[in-house]
């Protein structure tokens, strides 16, 4: 199988992802907004052949729109009409989200079966209190109602027998980073704790999300980058096994691969800035152009701030690339080049002038 396969339609894909769990029990994808996951996940819980019934339990947008804020009641209302609620009053539901809900929020809820709404309170032992949770807490909520569900798949419950798939698109929209590795390392535990047979498709376009699931779920995992190809030219999905786990080293390498190249399009000193604002806010700069090589003259320092500057600003597409003109990427591997000999990363992906020399 191609490393890169590319794909007309996103119907191909759903077809190809079930393919690819006949071997593997997770697969990761990441994609960026716009690409077309939402809609993949909804293809891919129903797919073309007619004689397939329901099995995949899905969370998206979708499942997020089932439920709604009443600001004039604070209550969160809930589509009682979608399968997604069919039987849940005689699982109890409040113990089974509790489960999860302590894990990322202090807030106590109670549910209305009769009027499908669900209040909050930061005071558990009182209904009436009917405070205004944040979006954020809103979504957390909506995720451990979901995580209650799937763990009744998972534990093979009767009512959802009919479960084969999870499949989850980008869980942590509106959530800081603290709460996607949480969730991320919650959701691993909760796949990797069952033997149900229940396999799982994780989409996201979170960059920590998506590097810490990929290091939890391990060697049971399969991950890709999909993308959608300019113009009418179908998907792609490229297999990330062989590159480095971390975002902003995978970044990294992609930006050094362009430079031995000599492929460099304008674009890149995009990245090239995300990689130097970065890292000047971890080591508590309070501007990229600190982590540019200090011991040059000012002049340099100055022409190759201005440069980053400039050209990061530029109105440049990823779906209309422009290569770099011949001074710029002198420039730019000029720019890189001191900064991974200033940085040291991993000289095995990273090699300096120094490893090159000794390489057999």
């Known amino acids: 199988m191609s490393d ?6 996103l119907n191909e894909v759903a077809t190809h992802l079930r ?3 006949e071997k593997k029990d997770h697969l990761l994808l990441f994609a960026h907004n716009g690409t077309g996951k939402t809609r993949l996940s909804m293809m891919f819980r129903e797919p073309a052949p007619d004689d397939i019934k329901r099995d995949t ?18 209550l969160l209302c809930i589509n009682s009409d979608s399968q997604f609620v069919t039987g849940l009053k005689e699982q109890e539901m409040e113990s089974r989200i509790r489960e999860f809900l302590p894990r990322y929020a202090d807030f106590f809820f109670f549910i209305d079966y009769d009027n499908w709404t669900v209040s909050f309170g930061r005071d558990g032992s009182s209904r009436a209190e009917s405070i205004k949770i944040s979006r954020g807490e809103e ?18 419950e009767q009512a959802y027998s009919w479960v084969r798939y999870l499949y989850i698109d980008d869980p942590i929209s509106s959530l800081d980073d603290n709460n996607a590795i949480a969730i991320a390392v919650g959701l691993a535990q909760l796949l990797h704790g069952s033997d149900s ?8 376009h979170h960059g920590l999300f998506f590097n810490v699931i990929f290091n939890e779920l391990g060697r049971s995992a399969e991950s890709y980058f999909m993308d959608r190809r300019k113009g009418n030219g179908g998907y792609t999905l490229k297999n990330t096994q062989a590159l480095p786990s971390f975002q902003h080293v995978g970044l990294l390498w992609q930006l ?3 430079a031995d190249s000599g492929e460099i399009y304008t674009y890149h000193f995009n990245a090239l800035r995300n990689i130097l604002e970065k890292t000047a806010a971890f080591l508590g700069y309070s501007r990229f152009s600190d982590c540019l090589r200090q011991d040059e003259d000012e002049t340099s320092r100055a022409l190759h701030t201005r440069m980053v ?4 600003h530029g109105s440049y597409s990823l779906f209309e690339p422009v290569e770099m003109v011949e001074d710029n990427k002198r420039h730019f ?8 000999d200033d940085f040291r990363f991993n000289p095995a992906i990273f090699p300096t002038e120094d490893t090159e020399a000794l390489s057999p």
């Open 4 to 9: 890169t396969p590319t794909f007309s339609t």
């Open 19 to 21: 393919e690819r769990l």
């Open 57 to 74: 339990l899905y969370f998206n947008a979708f499942t997020e729109d089932l439920f709604s804020w009443d600001n004039d009641k604070r």
């Open 139 to 156: 979504r957390l909520f909506i995720w451990c109602f979901f995580l209650a569900i799937a763990k009744l798949a998972l534990d093979g």
């Open 197 to 204: 047979g229940v396999k799982s498709v994780i989409s996201t």
């Open 256 to 258: 050094q691969q362009a």
């Open 309 to 312: 500057n400039l050209l990061s």
């Open 333 to 340: 591997k000029k720019i890189l080049r001191n900064f991974l």
